[in-house]
């Protein structure tokens, strides 16, 4: 019975003292310093020991000036020979309030001085330093902590002072510490460097990492700085001397994968590098002895040639895709050229026929599960081409039963909508897509947010759906390549539905269509309409983003293009552009730093 009451107790004065605790940060933290003081002065009585209650009961006396008191209280703290070494920080900090500072610098001094004692305290007084933006002070501890106990490593931290100093050289050479170390992922790392440099391969702060790394290298000869150099030149967009780097490592690692080539030509060929694009996947196909690398490479130089300023036409790249049949077959290892050859055929020479009977034929392998999808998924939208929409409809609705769980079942379920409005059954394609507003891919939700919104507005205003069957077919007619007559029957909604909510669906679709036909200013025109009329409809910070876009990467007008990304940072912080949106804008508007 005894034990029973005094366990009571116990949790009764455990309580009492949380709540205590709780009430004291609680006022402290709406700064209500008076009453915060009378629970901290409690807390400290009852618990002595504990210096998150003593730190807290010095910041009441600093808030409310009572720096007597805070004095009075430390002198008595760090009279204990076990004494946290922070105490002679608080106190140091408590003279610089009252402009004191040699009395402070004596304080301070002492705190450090403790890490002689014992270098583990090397983090608390650097990072308390920190608080209190006493910058040279916690490098000095966290330095002197490392150099009595090399063990320690606090490159982290002293990079993150070295950058508010703006020394950036050390801030670097911390950084790369860690990278050389293991001490911390690559990508964290980088992401924290990427803050301090520009696209510009002149700016101060590039031609400094530049310059570390090279120092590093000329030390240590480690593949390493190879491999950060090739980063640093990516961000630049200088994927020539990205090359060159890659092709080092690739040396220097017995030849064993080409893995990181093919990834910098994929980044070379999305940024329309087709020159060094090609460069680099040539070398992959001369230098490859994996049969999918090599054809992989093969499929990309391709899609160059395709994409490219030297075009070729359709008959040559026929014959080059008949000549990758006839040397890799058709093989479940080798699906990707069957999809891209069908693909060729539908899209590029409008013959889908034949890349039907293709892909027929490849179903018929020994495939996966996800290799069937794959193929499945191409079927479907050669079908869809071709408005054959129930049999695309049959392929993608097995896909999103076999897959439910997955990306790739979430974008066939996705083609069902998009299927079911190209057909004009617009109810069916709305219930697919009230399922796929929850998507993990951000981009399927925002793509059937934005299609949802438009059969759902437009549906509720015209019982008959004209306008909205004629947007149907637009889209379609672009679906197909047919841009130019894409941009005629948008014009007829533009002209005949005036007025309507379709109006602002139209004006971006023709936008992005006339901006494919480089019919610039014309696509220009209709963004601006958009913004102009509609500013709180749904498509404003897609027209934003397009005339950003539009002026950045195409008219060169920056200082227009920083304007439409601004836009979207302050208006539009829930839209699907606004990480880009914000990166371009500080890329435009100079930064080096966060």
């Not at 200013?521 to 009329?533: G, H, L, P, T």
């Amino acid at each position: 019975m005894r034990y029973i009451l005094f366990l009571i107790s116990f949790l009764f004065l455990s309580a009492a003292q949380s709540q205590e605790d709780f009430l004291a940060k609680q006022y402290f933290n709406d700064g209500d310093y008076e009453k915060a003081l009378v629970f901290y002065e409690k807390l400290v009585e009852k618990k002595p020991r504990r210096t998150d209650y003593s730190e807290g009961l010095v910041a009441c006396y600093q808030q409310l000036e009572r720096y007597e008191d805070a004095e009075k209280f430390l002198l008595k703290k760090i009279e204990d020979s076990y004494a946290f070494p922070t105490f002679f920080i608080e106190l140091g900090y408590n003279y610089t309030l009252q402009n004191q500072p040699e009395k402070a610098t004596t304080y301070y001094d002492n705190a450090i001085a403790k890490i002689d004692e014992n270098p583990n305290f090397g983090y608390s007084v650097g990072y308390r330093f920190q608080k209190y933006a006493l910058l040279d002070q916690a490098v000095l501890a966290y330095t002197r902590a490392m150099t009595l106990k090399p063990e320690l490593n606090y490159d982290f931290q002293l990079a993150r002072i070295y950058g508010e100093q703006g020394d950036i050289e050390k801030m670097y050479q911390s950084y790369l510490n860690l990278i050389y170390e293991g001490r911390t992922s690559r990508s964290n790392i980088l992401r924290n460097i990427d803050d301090f440099i520009s696209e510009d391969p002149s700016n101060a702060n590039n031609v400094l990492l530049r310059k570390v790394l090279l120092k590093n290298a000329q030390k240590n000869p480690d593949i390493l700085w190879n491999e950060l150099l090739s980063w640093l030149f990516i961000q630049q967009k200088q994927y020539n001397s990205a090359f060159s780097q890659e092709k080092a490592i690739y040396k220097r690692t017995d030849e064993t994968s080409l893995g990181r080539l093919e990834n910098l030509g994929q980044i070379t060929l999305e940024d329309e590098d087709y020159e060094n694009a090609t460069t680099i996947f040539e070398y992959i196909v001369d230098n490859s002895n994996n049969p999918v690398s090599k054809l992989n490479a093969e499929l990309h130089l391709i899609d160059i040639e395709l994409e490219g300023t030297s075009r070729k036409k359709p008959d040559a790249v026929d014959k080059k895709f008949q000549a990758l049949v006839s040397e890799y077959g058709n093989q479940s290892r080798t699906l990707q050229l069957q999809i891209a050859y069908a693909n060729f055929l539908t899209f590029k020479k409008e013959t889908p026929a034949p890349a039907i009977a293709i892909l027929k034929e490849s179903l018929e392998l020994p495939l996966g599960r996800m290799g069937v999808a794959y193929v499945k998924l191409a079927l479907g939208d050669i079908l869809v081409y071709d408005q054959k929409f129930n049999q695309a409809l049959i392929y993608f609705t097995q896909i999103q039963k076999s897959l439910k769980n997955d990306v790739l079942g979430q974008d066939a379920r996705f083609k069902v909508a998009q299927t079911s409005f190209y057909k004009g059954d617009f109810n069916w394609a709305l219930t697919q897509l009230k399922v796929l507003r929850g998507s993990t891919s951000q981009l399927i939700a925002n793509d059937a947010m934005q299609l949802s919104l438009l059969i759902s507005d437009n549906s509720l205003e015209d019982s008959t759906q004209t306008a909205l069957k004629k947007y149907a077919r637009a889209d379609l007619l672009a679906y197909q390549n047919k841009n130019k007559q894409a941009i005629e029957v948008l014009e007829d909604i533009l002209q005949n539905h005036k007025g309507e909510k379709i109006e602002d669906e139209a004006l971006l679709k023709q936008g992005e269509l006339l901006e494919a036909q480089k019919s610039y200013e014309s696509a220009e025109f209709n963004y601006k309409k958009i913004v102009e009329f509609y500013p709180d409809g749904i498509l404003a910070d897609d027209a934003h983003f397009a005339l950003g876009e539009l002026y950045r990467s195409i008219l060169n007008e920056p200082e227009k293009a920083k304007n439409h990304y601004e836009k979207i940072i302050y208006n539009y912080q829930d839209s699907y552009y606004f990480p880009k949106a914000r990166k371009h804008f500080r890329r435009l508007r100079g930064d080096a730093i966060n």
